[in-house]
């Protein structure tokens, strides 16, 4: 079966380096047990930046889990150490990488910037995808900064605010709505970014178009200061590497 017949999905998954749960973590073997397989933790064992290995493997089981979930229809059992990622580098000089679990192989495009570190997933094969992300600082981000959380919820529907949880996961909302709009060339007012129901912050996004299903996917992310979401059209606008926007 092609992605054609079962869906063109995208995860994205960021990773705040700075934040106080990242730092030393690559020495934490029971951590680093559970989560990465045995060729990963020999991946990391000869990491010249073990830290940041860490997070890469991590963040690309982040991004691909949430592929899987869409994929299967309903998010499993979240067993790290069942995705296995190539090690960073072996499949791509130009930072894409693979992740498989079961039988669904996503292509990885990490990104990294002093103290961030993306990943993001795909079902498929094909790695020149037009998958349109971006990330930037909750606080730039932040069109009422400082004003209650409320002024950030007014922005968005009564089914929009439903799953919301907390300000980044707004604010991530009101970014990939946007995103939404230029990707697919229509007025932002007739979008909405929605989850099915489910426990908060374990749902799926799904994108609606005047309340129905978007001819895009979409997925969210937010840890420490930092947002990110993507998009994947339906028709993709013709191929080029994923970038963030702007660049
Ligand atoms: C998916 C998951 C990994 C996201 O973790 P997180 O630390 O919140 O990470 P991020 O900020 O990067 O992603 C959050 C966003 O991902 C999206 N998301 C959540 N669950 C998702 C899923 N299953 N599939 C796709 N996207 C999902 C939501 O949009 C969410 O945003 P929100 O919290 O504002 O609603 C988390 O929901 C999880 O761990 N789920 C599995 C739990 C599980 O199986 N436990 C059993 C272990 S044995």
């Known amino acids: 079966m092609t992605e054609n017949d079962i869906g063109r999905f995208v995860g994205v998954d960021v990773v705040d380096l700075h934040h106080p749960r990242c730092a030393d973590k690559a020495t934490d073997e029971r951590f680093t047990s559970r989560i990465l397989n045995d060729v990963e933790q020999g991946a990391l064992a000869v990491a010249s930046d073990p830290n940041a290995t860490l997070w890469r493997l991590w963040a690309a089981k982040e991004a691909a889990y949430k592929v899987v979930s869409k994929v299967r229809g309903k998010p499993p059992a979240f067993m790290h150490a069942a995705f296995r990622v190539d090690p960073p580098g072996t499949f ?51 069109p009422e900064p400082g004003a209650p959380i409320e002024a950030i919820l007014a922005r968005l529907t009564e089914r929009e605010r439903g799953p919301v949880h907390s ?81």
Not at 184 to 193: H, K, Q, S
């Open 92 to 142: 791509s000089k130009d930072d894409f990488g693979r992740v498989r679990w079961e039988d669904i192989s996503m292509v990885i495009h990490w990104h990294q910037v002093p103290g961030r570190i993306v990943a993001l997933a795909w079902n498929g094969l094909i790695v020149d995808e037009a998958v349109e992300w971006s990330w930037g600082a909750v606080d730039e981000l932040d």
């Open 167 to 247: 300000r980044s996961s707004a604010l991530v909302r009101l970014a990939a709505r946007s995103a939404l709009a230029s990707g697919l060339g229509v007025e932002e007012r007739r979008l909405e970014v929605v989850c099915g129901e489910g426990p908060k912050g374990r749902m799926p996004p799904e994108a609606l178009l005047d309340g129905q299903a978007a001819p895009a996917d979409v997925s969210l992310s937010h840890h420490g200061k930092w947002l990110a979401w993507a998009i994947r059209l339906v028709e993709p606008r013709g191929p080029a590497r994923s970038r963030p926007a702007g660049t």
